[in-house]
């Protein structure tokens, strides 16, 4: 099916498509190395401000909205998105060459997340409202009238992926929990699927029209991280930026956002390579069917999941010798597929190569190679160390993005815990094993979170459910921040502050905060939760 969408290959700024003048670029097809069309025009400084300055006039409107008037929007947004899903995805689809049914998904995925902070909103119980009334006769002092909820930044920068042209893109969980929290939003489109990034932000303006909302509480900006994104980072209206990619990517704006005049918050999501430790039991009685479950879970999507397990922790016995020969089967059996863009697949053989080259990691398997594979495709391998080579050099322990895996082989127990001691910050840490494995080991989910966002018991990583419980983030370098997240509603703190009223009169006072709570939210009045009115006082 060919797209009946106007792709005009330009930035949207005040609701309007930019005229081209700027330099260009086009995506291209990984699966064929083909160029798409049309001609992609980057945005100049001189549109960045004008987004930027749009956007500040914005909030003044955007971030007073009521809850029920911000789900209103992010329900005519879904609604946009899910009228061109056959387009959108067939678009995805040659931009990415993932597979449609994945990127169907995906799109349900970015629809419903929208529609659940649309929920969150309407509710309005999120912002934590805090009320603790005046005590005028306490003694020795009187107690002033005080009361605090959340408020919203102001504008956020939100940087799309490269992995998930939909999900963690334009209008992905960054974009979702900016808008839900009362923020305008300023996007910087990832080059790899400008397509996609296009028909996603002209749903978005349409949606803002039609709510009669302010033209500046979206904008979409094509160009070069080093100069559109580095500016966006650098704009003195920008209040919070939202990114997901590479750590030396995330850490170039984590130091850019801590050296302006004004620092700014930032959610970086990083690096991760989410460790699974098999126990003696669970290795004993379905080592064979772990083996199936984690090469479906480290190849899946061509390995370009920022969950995907990437450290295998196995003991040097018979078992586990099992179920390595197993992996090894399903690795050589291995198709192989092309990557998200040419350089993603050349930076993952690079990552491959330079493990393999180190004197102390085995190469185990690697699928075959046919003759027509692209300079896209990557080649799935599984590589093994010896536990107290990786404590000699724990580099080696680092993220490859790719369908790789590396499995390490410890000699003990005392071994086991300093290796888990050693790892850096995660997204998750997965344990297989029995009730009597996780009494046993005790001790190692007491490391492990302290080192890991999410830890998981018996399943595998790949895949992030939805929810108001997820946590999405880690220590760092998983994430810039551990104390947050980048899926679920618990996301939307990323992008609010606790703002405090004293002694303010009731009419002067937020909806939210009012004595006889107009909203009929819970609110935490004198320490008690409560969607009862505050009881009159003297």
């Not at 999120?126 to 009361?147: E, G, K």
Request: charged share 20%.
């Amino acid at each position: 099916m060919l797209s009946t969408i106007a792709l005009r290959g330009a930035s949207i700024v005040g609701g309007e498509s930019l005229a081209g003048a700027g330099d260009t670029f086009y995506g291209f097809d990984p699966a064929t190395g083909g160029r798409l069309d049309p001609e992609y025009h980057c945005a100049s400084l001189d549109d960045l401000n004008r987004a930027a300055a749009l956007a500040e006039e914005a909030f003044t409107t955007y971030g007073k909205l009521p809850g029920r008037e911000k789900a209103r929007s992010l329900r005519a947004i879904a609604a946009g998105i899910e009228a061109i899903v056959p387009e959108l995805v067939e678009r995805a689809h040659r931009e990415t060459a993932l597979p449609e049914a994945r990127l169907k998904g995906e799109s349900a995925r970015t629809i419903n997340q929208l529609r659940l902070f649309a929920q969150v909103v309407e509710e309005g119980s999120w912002v934590n409202a805090r009320i603790d009334p005046a005590q005028p006769a306490r003694t020795p002092l009187p107690r002033s009238d005080i009361r605090s909820m959340m408020r919203p930044l102001g504008p956020v920068a939100v940087f799309g992926a490269s992995n998930f042209p939909l999900a963690f893109s334009v209008a992905g969980g960054d974009t979702a929990a900016a808008f839900a929290a009362g923020n305008p939003v300023l996007v910087k489109a990832h080059h790899a699927h400008p397509g996609t990034s296009e028909m996603v932000g002209q749903a978005i303006a349409r949606a803002v029209k039609e709510c009669g909302l302010p033209s500046g509480v979206f904008a979409l900006l094509f160009g070069p991280g080093s100069q559109i994104g580095t500016a966006l980072v650098d704009h003195p209206n920008v209040k919070a930026v939202g990114f997901t990619g590479s750590l030396a990517g995330g850490k170039a704006l984590m130091e850019r956002a801590a050296a302006r005049p004004e620092p700014i918050p930032c959610f970086m999501e990083m690096s991760s390579v989410n460790p699974v430790f098999v126990l003696p039991e669970a290795l004993r009685t379905r080592g064979a069917q772990i083996a199936g479950g984690l090469f479906g879970s480290f190849t899946l999507g061509v390995g370009q999941f920022c969950t995907k397990p990437g450290l295998v922790f196995l003991p040097r016995n018979a078992d586990a010798d099992a179920l390595v020969a197993e992996l090894k089967t399903q690795v050589e059996k291995a198709a192989v597929s092309p990557m998200l863009t040419e350089g993603i697949a050349k930076s993952y053989s690079s990552g491959v190569a330079a493990r393999q080259a180190h004197g102390a990691v085995e190469t185990l398997a690697r699928a075959g190679v046919s003759d027509g594979a692209g300079s896209s495709c990557a080649v799935p391998v599984v590589m093994q160390i010896e536990g107290r080579d990786l404590l000699r050099d724990p580099k080696l322990a680092g993220e490859v993005f790719g369908p790789s895996t590396l499995v390490i082989r410890y000699e003990n127990r005392d071994e086991l815990m300093a290796l888990a001691r050693s790892l850096e910050g995660q997204l998750t840490a997965t344990l297989h094993g029995t009730e009597a494995d996780l009494a046993a080991f005790a001790g190692l989910v007491t490391v492990l979170e302290r080192k890991a966002g999410r830890l998981i018991v018996n399943g595998f990583p790949t895949g992030v459910e939805v929810c108001h419980a997820m946590v999405h983030g880690g220590p760092y370098p998983a994430t810039s921040d551990s104390r947050a997240t980048s899926v679920g509603t618990y996301s939307i703190y990323r992008f609010v502050r606790p703002v405090c009223y004293q002694d303010f009169p009731q009419p002067a006072l937020p909806d939210e905060l009012k004595d006889e709570n107009p909203l009929g939210i819970w609110r935490l009045v004198d320490g008690n939760w409560t969607r009862e009115a505050v009881p009159a006082h003297s």
